[in-house]
């Protein structure tokens, strides 16, 4: 059974950080894109980051650049995405999905399996 499980959300004061962690099981870990998306109230999703569990590229909403990190822990079938400097904006359902596509890519449409949210709130 596919599974992806993330977690890691919670309330955290602007300008903090979180860390959150995508557990995979039940395919091929190292033959997928793992993307994390994010929805916020009101609002459609969003692509957020994805890497490439095989080589370790990665690729981020311009927004997202400079201030969220993507990494991968092969070993252990689980993607984190770092989230430094924070404001309301990055109040949402965060979720992380699986694409075994070609390249890296953001487009919610080509991801085939997806995990739970968690929710990150942030407080001004």
């Known amino acids: 059974e596919v599974q992806l499980q993330a977690s890691g959300g919670g309330l955290v004061q602007a300008g903090g950080s979180l860390r959150l962690s995508c557990a995979a099981s039940?395919?091929?870990?190292?033959?997928?894109?793992i993307g994390w998306f994010r929805q916020a109230p009101g609002k459609e999703r969003e692509g957020v980051s994805c890497?490439?569990?095989?080589?370790?590229?990665?690729y981020y909403a311009n927004s997202m650049k400079g201030r969220f990190t993507i990494s991968s822990n092969n070993a252990k079938n689980t993607v984190y995405l770092q989230m430094n400097s924070m404001n309301s904006a990055d109040t949402a359902v965060y979720f992380c999905?699986?694409?075994?596509?070609?390249?890296?890519?953001?487009?919610?449409?080509?991801?085939?399996?997806w995990g739970q949210g968690t929710l990150v709130t942030v407080s001004s």
């Open positions: 999905a699986a694409y075994d596509g070609l390249g890296l890519t953001l487009d919610s449409r080509g991801y085939h399996y």
């Open positions: 039940g395919f091929t870990f190292d033959d997928y894109v």
């Open positions: 890497i490439s569990s095989s080589g370790g590229s990665t």
